[in-house]
């Protein structure tokens, strides 16, 4: 009998043992998991694209999120077409400006944005160009394409309040915008 009560103790003990072992070892899968999102959120990049018109027009691209942004890839649309850099725009617009007075930032896949980042796509000063370019904004489209340190990934069209997670961003070169 004596045998008996030892043997049904060691089981109890056995069995309470395993019970709190594996609790353990949810809790720490749980809290890993925890761990590995609040590190993702720590370095979430959100990536805002506008018009500016201070003393002329700028297109630019923010980054207000929480970390880099990888730039995957751009384009620039004219109606939904791409083009290769800003007088292949313009031409598509019918627009032919002189130029002068304008800026351009190199944007393209590989780059990053930093976290507060701002960058002016292109700036021209107030001139009949600028305005001519103003008044045909509703054609010209910019596509963002960009990834977190660990590899999650948005895009973010012109006119869309707020990016959309996406599985990859596909940099396709008969599209790209090579300014």
């Known amino acids: 009998m004596k ?3 030892e043997n049904l103790t060691s089981r109890i003990v056995s069995g309470s043992a395993t019970i709190i072992a594996i609790a353990a070892l949810a809790t720490a899968l749980y809290q890993a998991r925890l761990s590995r999102e609040q590190a993702k959120a720590s370095v979430w990049p959100y990536l805002v694209q506008g018009n500016s018109s201070n003393n002329g027009y700028s297109r630019i691209v923010q980054n207000v999120g929480l970390g880099p942004a990888i730039i995957r890839g751009f384009e620039v649309l004219v109606d939904g077409k791409p083009t290769r850099n800003w007088a292949d725009a313009a031409a598509k617009l019918g627009i032919h400006p002189s130029w002068r007075g304008t800026r351009s930032t190199t944007f393209r896949a590989g780059l990053v944005v930093p976290t507060g980042g701002l960058i002016e796509l292109l700036n021209l000063p107030d001139t009949a160009d600028e305005r001519m370019i103003r008044g045909s904004m509703d054609h010209l489209q910019t596509w963002i394409c960009f990834c977190s340190l ?4 948005w895009e973010n069209q012109s006119g ?3 990016p959309k997670r996406v599985k990859a961003c596909v940099d396709d070169p008969a599209r790209r915008f090579m300014q």
């Not at 660990?150 to 990934?153: A, D, H, K, L, T």
């Open 150 to 153: 660990y590899g999650e990934c």
């Open 3 to 5: 045998d008996r009560i």
């Open 160 to 162: 869309d309040y707020e």
